[in-house]
């Protein structure tokens, strides 16, 4: 099936500092790709949807300025996470859609100290 | 607007007995919906999908899900729960967007298993 890669799948960073987080698909090709985002114990939202060649489309509420998506690739998109504070530590995950599914990267968790 | 609801925010089972996850959903049009489990720290694993046809929907790991439009439920269930299922189960569905399926997810259910 298909896979979808995320690096690092941890980091810790200090507050003020930028993170990038990089989302492959290994497999296949992807001309989008899903930007999630999950708080402990909760649901996944839908932060962003990156477009290969073009920019990102951002979900209500979600700071495009702070969360920088570059889909640079057929198979690559990076979500940076700018001047990161701790209330942005939370668990990062990406998709790209399939022909009748999306298949999940296994996640960054980021921790801002 | 679009929305899932998972009512249950936490179950527990003994390890081989039955299961259900209830799932409702909003939209307006035909559904396309799935069932993900999360293993801690991990990321989704697709159970089951449905899309249309039958509406008794099997997947993997023994799970299977009914869709039923006049309740607009899509609740997964298993006969005999394994201590491994023991895990965050997230039902969805997709809206298309820009050509895409956009997923909107329940809040989820976690799941315990007592041995």
């Known amino acids: 099936g298909a896979v979808v890669s995320q690096h690092p799948s941890w980091v810790i960073c200090k507050s003020g500092t930028s993170v990038k987080i990089e989302c492959r698909s290994l497999d296949f090709q992807a001309t989008t790709m899903f930007w999630y985002r999950q708080f402990p114990k909760q649901s996944l939202m839908l932060m962003a949807t990156s477009n290969e060649g073009s920019k990102a489309t951002y979900e209500q509420g979600v700071e495009k300025d702070k969360f920088l998506i570059n889909h640079a690739s057929l198979t690559l998109s990076t979500l940076t996470v700018t001047s990161a504070h701790p209330e942005d530590s939370s668990f990062y995950i990406c998709?790209?859609?399939?022909?009748?599914?999306?298949?999940f990267g296994p996640g960054t968790r980021l921790t801002v100290t | 607007a679009q929305s899932v609801t998972q009512p249950d925010i936490h179950i527990t089972v003994s390890e081989g007995a039955s299961l259900e996850l209830r799932c409702n959903y909003s939209y307006g049009a035909t559904p396309y919906l799935f069932w993900y489990v999360q293993s801690p720290g991990q990321g989704l694993q697709l159970l089951l999908k449905?899309?249309?046809?039958?509406?008794l929907v099997q997947g993997i790991k023994g799970f299977e899900a009914e869709f039923k439009r006049s309740q607009s439920s899509f609740n997964l269930r298993k006969p005999s729960v394994h201590w491994s299922d023991a895990a965050e189960y997230f039902c969805a569905v997709a809206t298309l967007s820009g050509g895409y399926n956009k997923l909107i997810f329940g809040a989820g259910t976690r799941l315990a298993v007592h041995p």
């Open positions: 449905y899309f249309s046809g039958d509406t």
């Open positions: 998709s790209a859609p399939g022909r009748d599914e999306q298949y």
